[in-house]
């Protein structure tokens, strides 16, 4: 009766009596969360403040709107201040502020532009890659449309015989829907599985062509690179970072394509069947997505106390089985077992918590998905009661929305992970897109070369040691037919000379000149044919010793390689090992000697027939006749070339035409092995006090001389 007596003023006033409840009801909050002393902090924060704004406000608000588009709000008006009204406002409450809390701070906070950028410029590189393929991922593309559009079938079918079961139409209706259902399932999977053939064929295509590409793009870097960058991070890049790419790329993508396209197509069924439904449900749609995060964060953080206690646990078990002698010496084994026991019940304990820490997060998943699906058939069947939706609908927006949320998940774990993987593509594409530091390769490449090198004050520093000169204006000549001999301390400069004339380095000042034209103006390949290096440490690869002398030349015949092996005194050894030259060398040479390595090493540097022989102590490893037998056959050969050798025994380069003696980089006195003598200089002191090392080291005075008083003296032993 009284509220019979009040309505004609509600009603007359509807909303200023709803506006000022609510106005109320904020004052009350508010009182309560600053002045009683009870109030958490929280409800004093931007977050509580907000909560309780949407709290109090969102009714009138929601009201006025109806109110204002005209509609009918005497429902409305009765049921806010119910129980329900009252249960809906904290639901309304905490949906917002899970979508607050989800999403505002994210937009809110301006993302820094950089890796924006980057995983754009990423995703645009990795596209060029697709292009050649844009007819397959046409394919594929409407492929995933047939095939997510087939999965619509059982949910709408399901829908449309449940309307036949209720209002019991004819039978061949229902077989029909039946038959077509089945038939429309049958074929979203065939396009599924085609689909998928062609989409990780593709993937697979162009992962390996990038591996590829990444691979000959750091080949192709200047030498200086190599010398800062790191052999594992390099081979990284290629194998691991191209191999997670690719993986994320093929499998997390395709994942990502289906679930995306399968969300759109649900969503437009569900809309089709009831928009305030679908609406319903996409509000609902964090509780699904937060409440799991959060239940799941507690119980991640527990198992990294787990492993953490199983590590501290395994350190005991470890410390004791390297420390058995320790152990059984003070006869402390039972200590030690009960050090381990303890260490194993805090890890059993953390262990309890984690498997509740589970139950709950399962539980609260599972709740937390229950609760929307009741709320959902507890609106829609309110909407069925109202005639609004059939039963038939209902049903098949259950069994929608049913794959909508699960794919709504699938598409928020695998986009991350996409994303990420683009990001990473930068890494692999920062190689791909390097420009070598090196100018671009000359032309010339002339039919005859002589093989007249002449170094024209040169002076250089290493990149990455720019503070330290290492020539400082250098001149030398290599004549053709002639052999030249670099002598000097150890760090005085003679293999960055080499370095240099492999043209690894470019020189800061001066010119090298080969048959009077610029190092650079030759072409790469052609050099490299010409010039023939044998370093101090020749690097041989896990092939046969046949594949090692052809290195680069494999279209050397066998006689050419006996030829090559027979001058460097290697022909013989060869041929005595258990498979001739079919035998591995090992990996870096590792199955055959030093001295055996180097002589390989020589042959395939003969194979080439250079012009320009460069020997970096390339003998430093052969016994004494060994090495006269290689110097003998390279002075003998029919075919003479410009010969660089590089030598710290001064026995080694007495028969050379010309000796250049060097010093911190700078050329100290040159002359053959007798002018030099006569001069008395450096060079005839160094071959004096190698003589007279020789000596001491037979005689008695040996211990003395291991002392070491003088560093040359040592360098000249060595
Ligand atoms: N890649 C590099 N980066 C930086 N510095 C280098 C590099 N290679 C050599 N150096 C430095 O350049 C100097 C000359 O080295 P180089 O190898 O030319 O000497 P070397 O006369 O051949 O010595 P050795 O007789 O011991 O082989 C040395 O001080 C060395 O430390």
Redesign the pocket.
Known sequence: VRLAQLSPLLLHHPLITLWGGSLLRAGLHLFLTFKFPGSTPWMSSFEGLQSMGVLCFHCPLYISLLWACGQSILGQLWGWHSWQGLLQGYCVTVVACLYWTRYVPSLLTKPTKEPQKKTGASLEKLMGYMKPYFIRFGAVLSLVVISSLGEMAIPHYTGRMTDWIINKDEPEAFTHAITVMSLIKVMSVVCEFVCDLIYNITMSRIHTSIQGLVFQSVLKQE??FF?TAQTGDLVSRITTDTNDMSESLSEKLSLLMWYFMRVTFLFIFMLNLSWKLSLFTAMGLPIIWVIPKISGKWYQELGAKVQKSLAQANDVATETFSSMKTVRSFANEEGETEHYRKRLEKTYSLNKEEAAAYAASTWTNSMSSLFLKVSILYYGGSLVTGGTVSSGDLVAFVLYELQFSSAVEAVMSYYPSVMRAIGGSEKIFEYVDRQPQVPPEGTLAPQNLEGHVEFKNVTFT????ED?P??KGLSLELRPGQITA?V????????????LLERF?LPQEGEILLDGQPLHSYKNQYLHDKISVVS?EPVLFARSVKENIKYGRDDATDEEMYRAAELANAHKFISDLPNGYDTDAGEKGGQVSGGQKQRIAIARALIRKPRILVL??ATSNLDTESEHLVHQALLKDSNPCSVLL?A?KLSTVEKANHIVV?EE?KVLEEGSHVELLEKGGTYADLVNKQNTGFQRKEGEELKNENRGSNPMTL?NLH
């Open positions: 030498i200086a010398d290493y990149p990455t040691r330290t290492v020539l670099l000097g301390a150890s760090g005085a400069g003679k293999s960055t000379c080499v370095s380095y101090q970096d102590d590089i710290h060097l980089g360098l």
